[in-house]
């Protein structure tokens, strides 16, 4: 359940649409490990375009 709960984080963040407490969150667990934005990065590629923003 946590992991679906980070996945849905995750994809609202990428569709620019994430509280600004989401996105806090979700920039400092980015800082904390090197890791994490690879992570991140592979979230995004399984991700739609249509579902993403640019920021």
């Avoid at 992991?3 to 969150?25: D, I, P, R, V, W």
């Avoid at 667990?29 to 990065?41: D, E, R, V």
């Amino acid at each position: 359940m946590k992991e679906q709960l980070q996945a849905n984080l995750f994809t609202k963040y990428l569709a620019g649409m994430c509280s600004n407490e989401e996105e806090t969150f979700l920039k400092n667990w980015l800082k904390s490990n090197p890791a994490n934005q690879m992570f991140l990065g592979f979230v995004q590629q399984n991700i739609p375009q249509s579902v993403r923003t640019q920021k």
